[in-house]
């Protein structure tokens, strides 16, 4: 069992950039798959980054490739998701999810414990 919560959202201008974390608590961090998804309102939550558990591969989204990081401390157990170059459609609900499974298969029903999430609004 894994407690995960996201701090980091906001505001901010298009053009901008906001750094989300997720802390997690309980055992076993180092062995999880991490990621990163958003949910428009009225619409399914959407895969956005991931991360091994030994930060070895990374995954992304198409709409954020080359604008957002994800990275992780397992030190802090804390995963890491920079945002650059916000755009408007950018603004969503921002979850960290934590998955049991080792192969990155990056949809929702694969992660096992999820955040509350937080909100990032990008105006224009």
């Known amino acids: 069992q894994v407690e995960l919560v996201e701090t980091g959202g906001g505001l901010v201008q298009a053009g901008g950039s906001l750094r989300l974390s997720c802390a997690a608590s309980?055992?076993?961090?180092?062995?999880?798959?991490m990621g990163w998804f958003r949910q428009f309102p009225g619409k399914e939550r959407v895969f956005v980054a991931g991360?091994?558990?030994?930060?070895?591969?990374?995954y992304y989204g198409d709409s954020v490739k080359g604008r957002f990081t994800i990275s992780r401390d397992n030190t802090k157990n804390t995963v890491y998701l920079q945002m650059n170059s916000l755009k408007p459609e950018d603004t969503a609900v921002y979850y960290c999810?934590?998955?049991?499974?080792?192969?990155?298969?990056?949809?929702?029903?694969?992660?096992?414990?999820w955040g509350q999430g937080t909100q990032v609004t990008v105006s224009s």
């Open positions: 999810a934590a998955s049991r499974g080792s192969t990155p298969v990056m949809i929702v029903e694969r992660f096992d414990f």
């Open positions: 309980g055992r076993g961090f180092t062995s999880y798959l």
């Open positions: 991360v091994q558990s030994l930060g070895g591969g990374r």
